[in-house]
């Protein structure tokens, strides 16, 4: 059975950091895409960050990249989002994702089948 649990929000200051984790449960990641999304109120799911565990491959959003590593353990079946230089605008419900290899657009939600409830992520002004 597929699980997904995001840990690792909360309140933080412009410029500073946060390091979110996916625990997943009910597959290998060898098999599968994992992503990042986040939506704010009112705002449409954004695709943020994915990578491709078959071969490591990652993806970024024009607007997280250079600031935000998705990285994996596949010792602890987790994958991780480290955000530096976080933003106001980076404030969002995070949800982690994942859908089974092979993937056509990876930072696009309608691919994945496999939903966190997410965690929410807050950078004060």
């Known amino acids: 059975q597929v699980q997904l649990v995001e840990s690792g929000g909360g309140l933080v200051q412009p410029g500073g950091s946060l390091r979110l984790s996916c625990s997943a449960s009910g597959f290998t990641l060898d098999d599968y895409a994992i992503a990042w999304f986040r939506q704010a109120p009112g705002k449409e799911r954004e695709g943020v960050s994915s990578i491709d565990n078959s071969d490591g491959t990652t993806y970024y959003s024009n607007s997280v990249k250079g600031r935000f590593t998705i990285s994996r353990d596949n010792a602890k079946n987790t994958v991780y989002l480290q955000m530096n230089s976080l933003k106001p605008e980076d404030t969002a419900v995070y949800y982690c994702?994942?859908?089974?290899?092979?993937?056509?657009?990876?930072?696009?939600?309608?691919?994945?089948?496999?939903w966190g409830q997410g965690t929410q992520v807050t950078v004060s002004s």
């Open positions: 994702a994942a859908d089974l290899l092979p993937l056509v657009a990876f930072l696009q939600a309608y691919e994945y089948d496999y």
